[in-house]
């Protein structure tokens, strides 16, 4: 039964896709509206988290970021709806929802390590990971290959939400075939396999450490000590890969730019906690210049 209603919920995404962008954002408006102002969805978290990480800011501008926070919090579930129904390239370089940039820095990186691992955040809609490749001007070819590539995911609580976000999340990969979506339980064992593979591991890395994570306090970070799961920089310094931040902004609504940004080109040259340390100062840049740009829904400040 859960089967075929995984099936449906998709199908219904993908006939919703097909409505214009700015629909789905007038609707999500109103949701995000209802969200803090009927419902105040997580809003003493937001608040909390907002506050601690913008001490200077006044009253009134912790006001104004929140409620632009919950807006792009409407934007993330539009964007992922019109996201599903990106089956292939074409359209998805029709919706113009994203693009990447790869430089001769990102493809240098891959060829000095051992495989490379792209630590990754919260930061703009990492719902929209899957099209990678897909953002990549038309005609271009990049120095890593589609194939090498294994995106890392820990699976939500909710099985029947988690096969629905896995199915979508791959929409424009599906029709290739791509079996690269691995859970985080088995990720150390599938890079020992594949350790002669050089492979490029995407690893999402800015929330708190899991139970049976390995992890490392941060100082500060975004005015907090902070506990950082190392999974992703203790593989890269097991195996001698390289360390990449995916930086995702906001470009204007509807379009968000990825980029890169070298960590480091062998990461058994540099301590887990060290590569952390570089990639949570990469971020905090990121969050000061686009506060609204982060999901600041979650607790990720426990102690």
């Known amino acids: ?40 969805y997580r809003e003493d978290v937001v608040t909390v988290n907002i506050a601690r990480s913008f001490p200077d800011k006044k009253y009134s501008e912790l006001k104004e970021l929140k409620k632009q926070f919950y807006r792009h919090l409407g934007e993330i579930f539009a964007e992922t709806v019109k996201f599903s129904g990106c089956t292939d390239y074409q359209k998805l370089r029709k919706a113009d929802l994203c693009e990447t940039v790869f430089t001769p820095e990102l493809a240098q990186a891959y060829d000095k390590g051992n495989g490379m691992i792209i630590l990754t955040s919260h930061c703009g809609n990492w719902e929209l990971l899957g099209g990678w490749f897909g953002y990549l001007p038309e005609g271009f070819t990049p120095a890593i290959r589609e194939d090498k590539v294994r995106v890392v995911y820990k699976k939500l609580s909710n099985s029947f939400w988690n096969e629905v976000f896995a199915i979508n999340r791959c929409a424009p990969l599906l029709s290739k075939g791509f079996d690269g979506y691995i859970d985080s339980t088995r990720i150390l064992r ?44 203790s593989l890269a310094h097991k195996l001698g890969m390289s360390v990449v931040y995916l930086r995702f902004e906001s470009v204007r609504r509807g379009h968000y730019r990825m980029s890169y940004e070298t960590i480091c080109d062998n990461a058994s040259e540099m301590d887990p906690g060290e590569i952390m340390e570089k990639y949570y ?22 102690q």
């Open 1 to 40: 039964m859960k089967k075929y209603s995984v099936k449906l919920v998709v199908a219904l995404m993908r006939l919703l896709s097909k409505l214009p962008l700015r629909f789905h954002y007038a609707v999500s408006d109103i949701f995000s509206w209802i969200a803090l102002h009927i419902f105040g």
């Open 281 to 302: 100062a990469l971020l905090q840049k990121d969050i000061e210049a686009q506060p609204w740009n982060y999901l600041w829904s979650h607790k990720r400040w426990k």
């Open 190 to 233: 599938h890079a020992l396999q594949h350790k002669n593979d050089k492979l490029v591991y995407v690893f999402p890395t800015d929330q708190f450490p899991y139970k049976e994570a390995t992890r490392h306090e941060i100082p500060d970070f975004m005015h907090q000590k902070t506990y950082a799961m190392t999974g992703g920089a």
